[in-house]
T-cell receptor, first 114, second 111 residues
Framework: KAGVTQTPRYLIKTRGQQVTLSCSPI?????VSWYQQTPGQGLQFLFE???????NKGNFPGRFSGRQFSNSRSEMNVSTLELGDSALYLC?????????????FGSGTRLTVV | DAKTTQPNSMESNEEEPVHLPCNHS???????IHWYRQLPSQGPEYVIH???SNVNNRMASLAIAEDRKSSTLILHRATLRDAAVYYC????????????FGKGTLLTVNP
C-alpha cells in the first residue's frame, strides 16, 4: 500500500514568510498527526486531526496551525517564520482506535528558515 | 504522559540478539507501551506495542515485566538495517491522540 506522502520534501524560506506543508495519509486512515523534530528538542507533537476536527494540540504558538480536509488530507501552516522554526516536520496517520495498528509516519518535510 | 527511561546508546553485533530496555515506573493501568524506531533520514517507524502480555510480530518481541514498570524490546537477530534510534513511549489511548517521544536509544550494529 502507498505510504504517508508529505510534500514538499525540502523547503527554504525567509524569516517573516509563511509556509504550508501537505500530508496525504494512507488510504483509509482518518487520523493525521503532525510532529516537529529538531536536534535540540527532539520530536514534539504539534496537533492531531480526525474527521476534519482538531482533537489534540501540542504546546506551540498560534503561528502553527493546521487543518484536515474531507478526504483526510491535511495541511499545516506556519506564519511569520522564525529561524527556530527550521526543522523536520513529520506527519503520521493511523486507523481509528478500534482498528489501531500504530502510527505510520511520512519521510517529512525539511524546512530551513534563513 | 508517564515518563520512560532508556539508555542513551547500545551496541550490538550483526546476527546477534539485542535487548533494548525501557523503564516506566510511573506507568498507569491504561498506558500502552509502544516502541518506534527512526532510521537515519526517515520518519519514525512503528515496531510493536503491548499492554500487559508479551507480544511478538514479524519485526520484534516485546517483553513486559509483571509489574509493568519495565519492558524490553527484543530484536532476535540484529541486521545492519536495524541501526536506528529506538523510542519507548507510553500512550493511554482514550482522548490522548499523541505520542510523547523521549530521546530514545541509539542502537549501533557492528558487521
Amino acid at each position: 500500500k502507498a505510504g504517508v506522502t508529505q510534500t514538499p520534501r525540502y523547503l527554504i524560506k525567509t524569516r517573516g514568510q509563511q509556509v504550508t506543508l501537505s500530508c496525504s495519509p494512507i488510504s483509509g486512515h482518518r487520523s493525521v498527526s503532525w510532529y516537529q523534530q529538531t536536534p535540540g528538542q527532539g520530536l514534539q507533537f504539534l496537533f492531531e486531526y480526525f474527521s476534519e476536527t482538531q482533537r489534540n494540540k501540542g504546546n506551540f504558538p498560534g503561528r502553527f496551525s493546521g487543518r484536515q480536509f474531507s478526504n483526510s488530507r491535511s495541511e499545516m501552516n506556519v506564519s511569520t517564520l522564525e529561524l527556530g522554526d527550521s526543522a523536520l516536520y513529520l506527519c503520521a496517520s493511523s486507523h481509528p482506535r478500534d482498528r489501531w495498528d500504530g502510527y505510520t509516519f511520512g519521510s517529512g518535510t525539511r524546512l530551513t528558515v534563513v | 504522559d508517564a515518563k520512560t527511561t532508556q539508555p542513551n546508546s547500545m551496541e550490538s553485533n550483526e546476527e546477534e540478539p539485542v535487548h533494548l530496555p525501557c523503564n516506566h515506573s510511573t506507568i498507569s493501568g491504561t498506558d500502552y507501551i509502544h516502541w518506534y524506531r527512526q532510521l537515519p533520514s526517515q520518519g519514525p517507524e512503528y515496531v510493536i506495542h503491548g499492554l500487559t502480555s508479551n507480544v511478538n510480530n514479524r519485526m520484534a518481541s516485546l517483553a513486559i515485566a509483571e509489574d509493568r514498570k519495565s519492558s524490553t524490546l527484543i530484536l532476535h537477530r540484529a541486521t545492519l538495517r536495524d541501526a536506528a534510534v529506538y523510542y519507548c513511549i507510553l500512550n493511554s489511548g482514550g482522548s490522548n491522540y499523541k505520542l510523547t517521544f523521549g530521546k530514545g536509544t541509539l542502537l549501533t550494529v557492528n558487521p
